[in-house]
């Protein structure tokens, strides 16, 4: 259990955080009101009813629920199949876990998760999301990096044979 401390701690920092701005995000900005940052990012409170870019709304409320605890459990069940070594895919699956909680809370308590964040420009506009998609997104990107390094890693047979 020692070994995965950092990694429990992890997750439970990105849900955290996430929660909590979450909080601050309903209690200070107004309802689907831009309020930019820089010229490509904004502020722009707004709920999604489905999963990413509102994806099967039509699950419901609780159907959403379930899949996202049976993400979460399947996302645990890999990452305990990591060995020790694997430094960046445990810190990826500490990252999905810990957003894919932070939305889970979200969706059994109101139904809906808080998104506040909106890359745009005058022209085009990206899906509005928050720190625990950031989350989610970024921990499949070290899993990714981390399974392309064992694969450059791997040893390669030697020899005329090979």
């Excluded at 990452?79 to 969706?107: E, M, Q, S, Y």
Aim: overall charge negative.
């Amino acid at each position: 259990m020692k070994s995965w401390s950092p990694y429990i701690l992890l997750a439970i920092v990105a849900f955290a955080l996430d929660q909590w701005i979450k909080y601050l995000v309903e209690t200070t900005l107004a309802f689907q009101e831009k309020i930019d940052l820089v010229p490509f990012l904004a502020l722009f409170r707004t709920f999604n009813t489905g999963i990413a870019f509102s994806m099967f709304e039509s699950f419901g409320d609780t159907g959403l629920v379930v899949i996202a605890v049976l993400v979460v459990a399947f996302v645990l069940y890999l990452a305990t199949r990591t060995p020790p070594g694997h430094v960046l895919a445990r810190i990826g699956f500490a990252l999905i876990v810990g957003g894919a909680l932070g939305n889970l809370v979200d969706r059994a308590t109101y139904g809906h998760v808080i998104d506040y964040i909106l890359f745009h420009t005058q022209t085009w506009s990206f899906a509005i999301f928050n720190l625990a998609d950031a989350c989610i997104s970024v921990g499949a990107v070290l899993i990714v990096f981390d399974e392309l390094i064992g694969w450059r890693r791997e040893v390669k047979p030697q020899g005329p044979d090979a």
